[in-house]
């Protein structure tokens, strides 16, 4: 057998090197890397035996045995419940309510299953005190306060629960990995231990994992590619909503999003996110306007706001919260090119309310017309909202699904609705209560909303 050879670990990254380098060229971290000797020396070329193959025509598909949380929004994320034996990843930053949630899944799950709560993080009191606050209190929910891996998973071997929660992953220490808690190597042999276990006894484990500064999961990457799904809880410490957000997922589309308002009892899920997300929305302010974008399977409606100023800078500032920053200066540069109004001299600040973040083509028309409501001082007409992409041409290109997004503008209450010209083949409009306005280019959607107001 080959003799395991030393390498060079990047911590941020879990990028590995033969040699020492001041700088990791996977993530661009600086002194990062440190000598691990690896556990296991990789077989040699030739060592292994054939196995039976078989055609792919004669595997019995099982259904996969699915555990419901008692929370609809987190089993719809989840791709429809927890899967029975899989590894699943929960990140977010710290004080974000990871262990809030799942010590809240754990009641329910604990209706009809052996649940093991595994917090290196937290002792047996903190704990309870918690459990007592979410009313936490079921016969078959077992506490390990713990950090030595060693100890957890032969704990799990003997107690056989059908579900572990590991809060959290940077907490445990493998002896035999050989570094301290938090690092790469542990927290990859912590995980490995723990994938092992979960497809050896079709036990079903969450993991908890920090996020870095940076907004990677701590200790990293890699934790990335062993796990069946990873899912990412995001929001602001200042505000109580919470974004659960599916970023990997082997047993359902990832992009579903699932909302959650922290609360004085726990979390408490958010159905309609819609409503949510416009209730703050100010009337007959300039600048504003309401998108309709796609977050998974469902239609999400969200403020986006823009305020244009006098710049005081050689160079006016652009500033895009929850929108990319480059597409806002392209949309820019079409207002000014095809629509002839000029941003030059001025500020501009772009805002999504509500911690989304609009990556779909479709928030361009919205994000365009707040953007000259903003410069034009003109509030667009209330009871509207805009769907489209926008070309180079200043075109309004197609966007997917349009009457699911129609139907969602119709069922909070919206009176019109600008959508791509094109977008309206094949879509009876007398359907519909909202007045939809097909548009083709920038120009015409600007006279559509001047016209109204
Ligand atoms: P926590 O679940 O401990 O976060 P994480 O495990 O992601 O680090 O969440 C802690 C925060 O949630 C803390 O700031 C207090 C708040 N909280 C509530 O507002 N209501 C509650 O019922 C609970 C349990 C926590
Ligand atoms: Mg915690």
Redesign the pocket.
């Known amino acids: 057998m080959a003799k395991a050879k030393d390498v060079y670990l990047c911590s941020e990254c879990g990028y590995e090197t033969v040699k020492w380098l001041g700088k990791c060229p996977s993530c661009g971290s600086w002194n990062s890397f440190s000598l691990v000797t690896p556990i296991a020396s990789p077989a040699g070329r030739g060592s292994g035996r054939a196995a039976p193959v078989s055609p792919i025509s004669g595997i019995a598909a099982e259904e996969d045995i699915r555990y419901y949380t008692g929370l609809s929004e987190l089993d719809r994320v989840l791709g429809g419940g927890l899967v029975k034996g899989s590894l699943v990843l929960l990140g ?1 930053d ?8 799942l010590l809240q899944i754990c009641q329910s799950l604990g209706e009809s299953l052996k649940v093991l709560y595994v917090s290196g993080e937290e002792s047996s009191k903190q704990l309870k005190l ?1 459990a007592e ?2 009313e936490v209190d079921s016969e078959r929910l077992f506490v390990l306060c713990c950090g030595d891996m060693d100890t957890v998973l032969a704990t799990i071997r003997a107690e056989r629960p059908a579900v572990v929660v590991i809060d959290s992953i940077q907490t445990m220490v493998l002896s035999s990995a050989g570094s301290s808690a938090g690092s790469v190597t542990q927290v990859r042999e912590c995980a490995n231990a723990l994938l092992a276990v979960a497809k050896e006894n079709d036990i079903s484990i969450i993991l ?1 994992g920090h996020v870095t500064k940076e907004g990677n999961l701590a200790g990293p990457r890699i934790l990335e590619h062993m796990v069946d799904a990873v899912f990412q ?1 995001e929001g602001e410490q200042h505000h109580s909503y919470r974004l659960l957000r599916a970023v990997k997922n082997r047993y359902g589309a990832t992009n579903e999003i699932a909302v959650f308002e ?5 979390l408490k899920q958010v159905a309609n996110p819609s409503a949510m997300l416009l209730s703050e929305r100010p009337e007959g302010v300039s600048g504003s306007c309401v998108v309709c974008v796609l977050e998974g399977s469902r239609p999400i409606l969200a403020e986006v706001q823009a305020l244009i100023t006098r710049s005081g800078f050689a160079s006016p500032r652009r500033m895009a919260t929850g929108f990319d920053y480059n597409r806002m200066s392209l949309l820019l540069a079409v207002l000014e090119k095809r629509a002839g109004y000029t941003f030059a001299n001025l500020d501009a600040y772009v805002n999504v309310v509500g911690g989304l973040r609009l990556d779909e083509p479709a928030s361009d028309l919205p994000i365009a017309l707040a953007l000259v409501s903003g410069l034009r001082d003109k509030p667009i007409p209330a009871g509207m909202l805009a769907i489209g992409e926008i070309g180079l041409g200043g075109e309004i290109r197609s966007v997917i699904r349009i009457e699911d997004r129609i139907r969602e503008a119709e069922r909070l209450g919206f009176t019109r609705c600008l959508v791509p010209q094109s977008s309206l083949t094949g879509l009876e409009l007398k359907r519909f209560k909202i007045k939809v306005v097909g548009v083709r280019d920038i120009v015409e959607a600007l006279r559509s909303i001047a016209d109204n107001s």
């Open positions: 977010g710290p004080g974000i309510g990871k262990s809030t949630l918690r606050r979410l908890v809880f922290m609360q004085d009892k726990g």
